[in-house]
C-alpha cells in the first residue's frame, strides 16, 4: 500500500474525474498512481492531460517513446515504471533482451537512431547539464526542434514520476505485474 491513501474513482468529480478516467480507459493501468494523484487534483488533471495530449499528436514514435520511459526509468530504478513500460517496449517489437539491458552500452537490437535515443534519455535523467554540443547536433540530424523537445520533456517528466513512484511507495498494479513476469521468463 502507498504511504498515502488512495482515493478512488468514486470520491473524485468534475474534470478531474474525467481525466481519471480517460486515463485509465486510454493509457494503460496506473490506477495506483491515479489513486494517489487524485489528492491533488490540479496535478492529476494537468500532469496527465499533458500525457493524453502527448498521446494523441504522437510528436514522437511510440517505439522512441517507450524508449525513453523505459532507460530513465531503469536509470532511476523505479520498480513501478520498469514494471509498466518494459512490457509496452517489447510490444513496439525489440526482443525482451534488449528490453531487459536497455542501459547497457553495447545493448542488441537497437538501431542506431534507438541508441542515440536512448543515450539521450539516459543523459537528460543522471545529468542533464552534461549534454554535449555533439550529443545535440546528433539528435537535430534525426529528429525535429518539437520532437527533440518532446524527447527531453518525455524523459525529465518520466524521472518527476520516477522519484513521486518511489517516494510515495506506489505499488505494482497485478496486470503490470504479470506482464512485467511475462517479459522476464522471455528474456
Known sequence: MA???NIEIDDVAGETRAVYE???REYGPFGNMLRV???RPPALR???GLLLDSAADA???KRHLEIVLLTASKAAACAYCVAHHAPRLAEQGLPPETVERILEPDVPGLSPVDRLVR???LQVTRDPARVTDALFARLREHFTEEQVVELTLRAAL???FNRFNESLGIEIEDDALTDAAALATSA
Open 3 to 5: 504511504r498515502v491513501r
Open 22 to 24: 480517460r486515463i485509465q
Open 37 to 39: 494523484f487524485a489528492h
Open 46 to 48: 494537468h500532469i496527465f
Open 59 to 61: 510528436v514522437i514514435s
Open 119 to 121: 543515450d539521450y534519455a
Open 158 to 160: 518520466c524521472a518527476f
